[in-house]
Structures are given as structure tokens and as C-alpha cells.
């Protein structure tokens, strides 16, 4: 699962004797393994919608970009919406939504229409997840929820592991002659299942008191994103034209007209879209840089590295999935091990000493892709893969409380959601750069002989950036704390935080 704005999950200490709230627990568990097998689901299958559709590689970008972006522009806002509204309503409305977008996806007729359909599906993610872990907390009381917390994570390791492998074997078995389609014509019957069942067993909820929405924050936001991103994914194919700079550089305008805008609303009636005041805090401040660059680096790799195996080695979407197992095992054992075993002893030095692993899993990547070229196999890519896995599992699951622990009581919620939602920002940035640092050394049309060295060589020199940015983020977490402080622990919001970190593996592909 992606990530939630935890910070609507205040309500009433719910009983104890409504049995029908473990078959809400199923529908929303359900939805949530949804969304997450559908990010890495489609990496996966990218190479064959590229192949069938002829998309170009911009639109590639945009298939997984697109989501993202509308996602994290809408997180904050869907959460809201379920405060107001109840979240059981904004749930339902968010899976039909999304059930809907996954047909459209699956029906698309040319590369245009998935791209937009996927869009949409990321706006109602948007809608559908932030409710999730509300939903949770409303349903259970507080000494049943570690039980479900665990079961959560479980399912969020799952469905890292089985995204990849599901959409290899859909995209491979190429049921009823559909190629690629499958990936999101599944989610036609679990999504109506989900909402009718939903309808039934899900027991409405609001907050107490809901902060207002902030929708020129939302428009605001978007559009600085989108300034950035479209030059940067379309700027090689049209040969980096001066309204690509311009539109760049008006960007940060854009982003110095939210600030302005965020502060006055906040002065108004107290609900921007982000709390500046959080940034005073020096460890939010680096964590959300560090969540930032995180996103960035992973966004890059994870796209590289599927059209590297797929496009530039020639191997099928099965072999491709199978060879991520190790990758994706790691993070899940890491994660375990760090949150319960070694942050509490080592703090702050468990982090760094991740983000090193996991750059020194990149650079022996790095050597062996030089070293062995097409001929690589995928056990050669097995320790590499293992030791970044291994990296990634000891920053991702302790980063979030790391970064909350010295924020205010009364703004951890929206201090956790921001993490969120500035993670997915980072993540469709890394998507839209992926045009810079892999096709930018890659001849536009390449010879059929010429398509797997060049991608050999577009896959190393991406590896280098990724290296460079895990540098970039071992320095910005000396910013954090030394050891997460707990005094936070039981605020609104915080005592999920741990189990929002755990949800980051979303983007294992």
C-alpha cells in the first residue's frame, strides 16, 4: 500500500462486540493489497505495453508518473474528504472510482487513453487509501489494533512480493489473447466485491472535528509538479526546447506562490494543505528531504531496471519477476529485523548504515551489469539485489517514526501525512527523470543489434545517479535525531507511524 493521511484517525474508542468488524478489516486489507499490486504490477508489464501499443518512451514514463502524481496530489485531500464526508462513503466512492479506471486502463485503445485512465486510477487511490488505516481505527479498539497492525504489515509484504510475479504471470499467460490487459482487468471483480460487501459491513465514520479542505493548495501543488515533470519526460524528444527551461523555472515560482498561499491559510482558519511550521523542526524538515530523495532514487531504478531486463537483456516478464524475489525478500526481512531489533539499540546509525548498504548494492549491480553484459543471468543479479533489498528494509520501515519523533503532538497527523504524500512526489519526480539519466544516453531510434548495449549502458549510467542520490541521503539523516524520541507516542496518528513506514515497500516492482 502506498501511504495514508494518518492523521484523521480520531475518533470515539469503538466496542469490542461487533464481529462484523473483521469482515470491514478483510474489505479494506483487500483494497489496500489492490492498490499496491497494481504500482508493481504495472512495471512489470511495461516493456509489453511499450512492445503492443507502440507508446513512446514519454508515455511510458506517464503510465507510471501519472499515478503517482495524481495520487500524492490527492492524498492529503482524500483524507480530509473522509473526515468530512465519512470515511466509509469516501471509501466506497474511491474503490468504485478506481474500479472503474482499472476497466478503462484495461480497455484502452491506444497509449493516450491508458495514460489518462491511469490518472485517473491515481486520484482515486487517492480517495480509497488515505481512509484504509482511519477506517482501522474507528472499527477496532486500542488493544486489538497491534493485532491488526501485524496483520497489515503482513499484507503489505505480500503483496511487494506477489505484485511482480501476479503481473508476470498475467502478462505471460496472455489469457483470452488479452497480452497486457489482465494486469488491470482483475481488479473488475475484487473492487465489486469490495464495494458490495463494503456497503454492508463497514461501519461509517467521521472526525470530531474536520479540518476544511484546500483545494487551491491542491491546484497549486499540481501544477508546480506538472511544470516540472513534462519538460523533463518530453524535453529529449522534442530536443530540449526553451519553453521546456521556462517551464522549469516557473515551477519554483509556483511553488513560492504555495508557500505564500499555505501561510496565509494557516493564519485564516488553521487548515492548510501543509503546516510550514512543521519545517522548524529540524528533524522533520531533513526527514522530509530524505523521503523526498528517497522517492526520487527509487522512482528511477525501479523503471531502469524493468526495461533494462525486459527490453535490453530480452528476458520475459516471468524471468524478469522471478529474478526480483530476492530483492523483495530482503526488504521484507530487513524491515522486520530493524524496527523490532536494531533501532532500538543503534537509532539514527541503522538508518545511515542502510542507505550505505543500499548504495553498495547498486554499485556492485553497477559492476556486474559492466562486467558481464547481455550475458548477465539472473543469479549473478541475486546478491546485489539481496544486499540492496537488505538496505532498503533497514530505512524504510524505522524512516517514518524517525522523522515524526520530534514533532508536536498536536501536528504529528499532518506531519505524517505530508511524509506520505511528499515521498510520492519524489517518486513520480524520479519517474519523469528517468528521460535524463536512461534514455538521455540512448540513441532515440537504435538499431535492432544496438537496443541491448545501449540499454546496458542506460542501465549503468541510472545506477551512478542512484549511488549518487543514496550518498546524498546518508548526509541529510544526520539530521535526524540519534534516537527516535517517544515522547509522541499514543498522538493521533503517531501510533500507526510505524506501520506507515513498513507500507514503503509499495514500490518494490
Known amino acids: 500500500m ?8 480520531r475518533t470515539p474508542e469503538p466496542a469490542t462486540g461487533d464481529r462484523r468488524r473483521w469482515f470491514a478489516l478483510a474489505i479494506v486489507m483487500t483494497a ?18 511499450q512492445r503492443d501499443e507502440g507508446a513512446t518512451f514519454s508515455q511510458i514514463q506517464w503510465i507510471t508518473a501519472g499515478y503517482a502524481l495524481a495520487f500524492a496530489a490527492g492524498l492529503v485531500t482524500g483524507g480530509r474528504l473522509g473526515d468530512i464526508h465519512g470515511r466509509k462513503r469516501v471509501f466506497l466512492v ?48 486500542a488493544h486489538e489494533r497491534g493485532k491488526v497492525f501485524g496483520l497489515f504489515g503482513a499484507i503489505v509484504g505480500l503483496g511487494a512480493v506477489s505484485g511482480p510475479l501476479l503481473g508476470a504471470l498475467l502478462t505471460e499467460g496472455n489469457l483470452f489473447g488479452l497480452e497486457w490487459r489482465p494486469i488491470f482487468l482483475i481488479n473488475l471483480p475484487v473492487g465489486v466485491a469490495a464495494l458490495v460487501l463494503g456497503s454492508r459491513f463497514i461501519t461509517e465514520s467521521k472526525a470530531p472535528r474536520a479540518l476544511k479542505l484546500d483545494l487551491p493548495g491542491v491546484a497549486l501543488v499540481t501544477l508546480a ?25 516557473g515551477a519554483l515560482v509556483v511553488f513560492t506562490v504555495l508557500v505564500a498561499y499555505e501561510r496565509a491559510k494557516g493564519a485564516r482558519d488553521g487548515s492548510p494543505l501543509i503546516e510550514l511550521s512543521l519545517f522548524r523542526v529540524k528533524s522533520f524538515a531533513a526527514g522530509i528531504a530524505v523521503q523526498t530523495v528517497f522517492g526520487v532514487g527509487l522512482g528511477v531504478f525501479f523503471l531502469v531496471w524493468t526495461l533494462y531486463m525486459q527490453i535490453g537483456l530480452g528476458w520475459s516478464a516471468l524471468r524478469a519477476g522471478l529474478t526480483g524475489v530476492p530483492f ?3 526488504v521484507s526481512v530487513a524491515a522486520g529485523v530493524s524496527v523490532q531489533q536494531l533501532v532500538p539499540r543503534f537509532g539514527r546509525k541503522v538508518l545511515q548504515a542502510g542507505a550505505l548498504v543500499m548504495a553498495a548494492g547498486v554499485l556492485i549491480y553497477l559492476a556486474e551489469a559492466e562486467r558481464y553484459g547481455l550475458g548477465i543471468t539472473s543469479w549473478q543479479m541475486a546478491l546485489p539485489l539481496a ?12 524512516l517514518t517514526d524517525a522523522v515524526l519523533s520530534e514533532v508536536p503532538r498536536e501536528h504529528a497527523g499532518s506531519a505524517s501525512g505530508l511524509i506520505n504524500t511528499v515521498q510520492q512526489m519524489g517518486h513520480a519526480l524520479g519517474l519523469g527523470l528517468v528521460s535524463v539519466v536512461f534514455f538521455g544516453v540512448i540513441d532515440e531510434q537504435p538499431a535492432p543489434a544496438e537496443v541491448g548495449p545501449a540499454f546496458v549502458d ?7 545517479w542512484v549511488a549518487a542520490v543514496l550518498g546524498a541521503i546518508f548526509l541529510l539523516m544526520f539530521a535526524l535525531p540519534k534516537r527516535p524520541a517517544q515522547h509522541v507516542e499514543g498522538a493521533a496518528g503517531v501510533e500507526e507511524a510505524p506501520v506507515a513506514g513498513k507500507k514503503e515497500p509499495e514500490l518494490v516492482p
Open 32 to 49: 489496500a493489497f489492490m492498490d499496491l499490486v497494481d504500482v508493481t504490477i504495472v512495471n512489470i508489464a511495461v516493456p509489453s505495453i
Open 328 to 330: 523483495s525478500v530482503a
Open 387 to 398: 544486499v540492496m533489498g537488505a538496505g532498503m528494509g533497514l530505512v524504510v520501515a524505522p
Open 458 to 464: 542506460g542501465f549503468t549510467h541510472a545506477l551512478g
Open 2 to 9: 502506498h501511504s495514508t493521511d494518518i492523521a484523521h484517525a
Open 94 to 141: 474511491g474503490i468504485s472510482g478506481f474500479t472503474v479506471a482499472s476497466a478503462l486502463c484495461g480497455l484502452a485503445v491506444n497509449p493516450e487513453m491508458l495514460v489518462a485512465s491511469r490518472i485517473l486510477q491515481g486520484a482515486m487511490a487517492a480517495l480509497m487509501v488515505p481512509q484504509v488505516l482511519s477506517i482501522v481505527h474507528a472499527t477496532f479498539p
Open 225 to 249: 509538479l506538472l511544470m516540472l515533470l513534462y519538460p523533463l519526460t518530453r524535453g529529449r524528444e522534442l530536443g530540449w526546447p526553451v519553453w521546456g527551461y521556462v517551464s522549469m523555472a
